[in-house]
């Protein structure tokens, strides 16, 4: 396997291993912490995570049933490497979902939701001061699914996690080349300050503009790429 997204693994729980495979693989995708186009082998990971083959192949093989991965020869498998449109319709169906989320939330969310998503913002902050770009995603990630689940909308929950599974690997690309530093999100003071004054169409386009501007860097990164031919 190639990518730095999953070094350093523990070795599976007493669980079902397929499930944790698949937790682990998802948690790596909606951090953006496996970079479009990254290789993943059966057996490296399966070495990795200290189990045998067959329940990483069944992990693996689910992701690509709901196309999230896709398989290639030699019990390998890969993180698609989506084109500039398809990033903007992701990103056009995120805004709608997310923005549902965000307004629903801020009617429902309560003052220890509120103050968590304080706590992850203050380390996101930390982290992008750090130039720590794994730590940064992953927080972010923390921040923005602490706002969704205060929707208490399971089902809307569901449809935005696999819309962050197709579109997490892109967050790479907001440290890639000119784009060193992660999007400012001043968004995220609009955010709160919405939450906090209990209004829902404030939050709706706060996570609108957040959307919106990540997906800025990630197009520019990915035109560069594609004028360079990478493969």
């Known amino acids: 396997m190639t990518g730095a997204g999953l070094t350093s693994l523990a070795t599976a729980p007493r669980k079902s291993l397929v499930t944790y495979v698949e937790d682990v693989l998802r948690q790596a995708l909606i951090e953006g912490r496996l970079k479009p186009g990254t290789r993943l082998v059966t057996r490296d990971l399966a070495e990795q995570l200290g189990m045998s083959i067959t329940p990483v192949r069944e992990a693996l093989v689910r992701f ?15 993180v698609p490497k989506l084109d500039g449109d398809q990033y ?16 629903n939330s801020a009617l429902r969310i ?5 103050a968590t998503m304080e706590g992850l913002l ?13 730590l940064a995603l992953t927080l972010n990630k923390e921040f923005r699914f602490a706002l969704y689940q205060a929707a208490q909308m399971p089902t809307l929950l569901a449809v935005i996690e696999m819309l962050w599974l197709k579109a997490g ?13 992660i999007t400012e999100h001043g968004n995220y003071d609009d955010l709160l300050k ?11 386009q706060a996570i609108e503009h957040a959307i919106d501007d990540g997906a800025k860097s990630v197009l520019k990164a990915i035109a560069r790429r594609d004028a360079a031919g990478v493969a």
């Open 64 to 78: 690509v049933a709901s196309g999230v991965l896709t398989a290639e020869p030699s019990q390998s498998f890969r």
């Open 88 to 103: 903007c319709e992701i990103c056009e169906v995120r805004k709608s979902v997310e923005g549902l989320a965000a307004a």
């Open 110 to 114: 309560s003052p220890e939701e509120l």
């Open 122 to 134: 203050a380390r996101y902050l930390a982290a992008k001061a750090a130039a720590d770009p794994h």
């Open 169 to 181: 690997p892109g967050f790479n690309y907001l440290y890639d080349g000119d784009n060193a530093a």
């Open 194 to 204: 919405a939450l906090r004054a209990r209004e829902p169409e404030a939050a709706r």
